[in-house]
């Protein structure tokens, strides 16, 4: 079997789902803030993302999309990538049903990143108008992915009213502090065992996000840390290996912290683990 089959084959036994969709990449990327259109179209084929954010707000607020769309079809078609439309700007539950129906008639996908802000200052998302669109909006038949923050209570609301996954965030929205409360996360992955967690939103740079994976988190979606980059394209890049190697080290079994010092190189005894 030549290298490259092997990988295939790793890929296609670890992929995770969306419902029905199977997916290979853990990485989610937005596409707001590029420096042009042909360093959006490179950033997304270098981070081979098959899942691709758009704010529906931006879109209708541009005077012209500068070919932005046919980027995001081409991708699409190229990459295999899904489109995920996002009610970023949004306040109210309302407004944010609203916008979600508008981006399933433009774009035709049920998908819809639900966001719903409550505090202008950190963006964090309001826990209350969020259940209430999450709600009805399972029911007109969407796939809720909602952007939360990571208080357990809450994720167990939104997954009471139908949403299919959580969207936890790292860290206030565009402020690439990484993740502020691993402890937080850790407590929702170990209590939702099997529920999709994706952090969103605070990821500034490949260590986190691959910190993010070791954890057992299934994929983060991030913006800013690629577009702002001095080199958007390459830190995509970067940003795709770092995902793969914190998946990998997950599936591997990283060590278990210890609070004191354990010796590496035994000076007695047998050098190797027999009968294991």
């Known amino acids: 079997m030549m290298m490259n089959d092997v990988k295939s084959d790793v890929a296609a036994s670890d992929a995770w789902r ?16 590029y420096p042009s259109p042909r360093v959006l179209a490179e950033s997304i084929a270098a981070s081979g993302a098959q899942v691709i954010t ?15 769309i046919d980027i995001i079809r ?11 439309p996002n009610t970023a700007g949004c306040r109210t539950a309302r407004e944010a049903i609203q916008l979600a129906h508008m981006a399933r008639e433009l774009y035709d996908t049920p998908w819809v990143k639900l966001e719903v802000v409550g505090d202008e200052y950190t963006l964090q998302p309001d826990p209350i108008e969020l259940v209430d669109a999450a709600r009805q909006l399972s029911k007109d038949g969407f796939t809720v992915f909602p952007y939360c923050t990571d208080d357990l209570v809450t994720c167990k609301r ?3 009213v139908g949403c299919p996954l959580l969207m936890p965030w790292g ?19 170990e209590r939702l065992p099997g529920v999709v967690l994706i952090v969103d939103a605070g990821i500034g740079a490949p260590s986190h996000a691959a910190q993010a994976l070791e954890m057992g988190i299934d994929a983060v979606l991030l913006n ?18 770092a995902i793969e190697a914190g998946r990998t080290a997950y599936r591997a079994g990283v060590m278990a912290k210890q609070d004191f010092a354990v010796a590496t190189t ?3 005894g047998n050098p190797f683990l027999i009968g294991g």
Request: charged letters at 15%; glycine letters at 12%; aromatic letters at 4%.
């Open 74 to 84: 081409a991708a699409m078609t190229e990459h295999g990538a899904r489109l995920l």
């Open 224 to 241: 800013s840390a690629v577009s702002q980059a001095s080199d958007p394209v390459r830190m995509a890049g970067a940003f795709r290996q």
């Open 171 to 189: 860290a206030p929205i565009g402020s690439g502090q990484g993740l502020i409360n691993p402890f937080a996360l850790r407590t929702l992955r």
């Open 18 to 33: 969306v419902g029905e969709v199977s997916l290979d990449s853990r990485f989610l990327l937005g596409t707001a803030g």
């Open 54 to 68: 758009v704010g529906l707000k931006r879109q209708l607020a541009a005077a012209g999309d500068n070919g932005f």
């Open 266 to 268: 035994p000076v007695t």
């Open 158 to 160: 939104l997954l009471d």
